[in-house]
Structure formats: C-alpha cells, structure tokens
C-alpha cells in the first residue's frame, strides 16, 4: 500500500486549500480502514485534521471543522482535503494516513503548503 500526498505548495491568505492523497495497492473503501489528514508544522506540532472511513464516513477536528472538508473519490482511490480561507498559520506539511484498529501504521511522505502573501 501506498499513499502521496499532492498540493499547490504556495498559496495566498484567504484561498482555499484542496489537497489530493492517491492511495494504490489497496481500495480506500476497505472497512474498518480510517483515513487521515494530519499536518505538522513548527509552532503546532502535530495536528489532526479529520479522517474519513471506508464506508464515507467524515470527523473532524472541532478548531478546523467549519472550513474544512474531507471527501473521496472510490473509482479513483484518492482522497481529498478541502480548507477555505487559508491564513498564514495554515503552513505546515501535510500528510494523509492509515490506520486499522490500532495507532496509524501508514503514512504518506508529505506535501508542503506554505500561505503568504
């Protein structure tokens, strides 16, 4: 199984984010497979984003959830994170990631979003 992560890298404050996380060697409709968006940056650490499962269903992290949306593509196998009005505090690596009834045991190599304008 593998997952890359693909995003515009430089945006500018107010845009909106949309990231992609093509998965192959495995169907990201597989129950009870979580999938994730985590981002890393400097001042935060990690942080979790949301996660949708095989079945399509969406959490969130209650600070990002009112512009934040996490959907999928299952002919595809792909995964998709949307982020509304980007400020400079949303620079960070973001990955997606895997996890199966147990802590994430796969993840993907990252992209770099930087917001500046």
């Known amino acids: 199984l593998h997952m890359q992560e693909s995003g515009p890298g430089l945006m500018k404050p107010s845009q909106t984010l949309s990231l992609t996380c093509t998965v192959s060697g495995g169907s990201i409709t597989t129950n009870p497979t979580v999938w994730s968006w985590i981002r890393q940056s400097p001042e935060k650490g990690l942080e979790w984003i949301g996660w949708i499962t095989g079945s399509g269903n969406t959490g969130y992290n209650p600070s990002l959830r009112s512009r934040t949306t996490i959907s999928r593509d299952a002919s595809e196998n792909r995964l998709t994170l949307q982020m509304n009005s980007v400020t400079p505090e949303d620079t960070a690596v973001y990955y997606c990631?895997?996890?199966?009834?147990?802590?994430?045991?796969?993840w993907g190599q990252g992209t770099q979003v930087t917001v500046a304008s």
């Open positions: 990631a895997k996890r199966t009834n147990g802590p994430y045991d796969l």
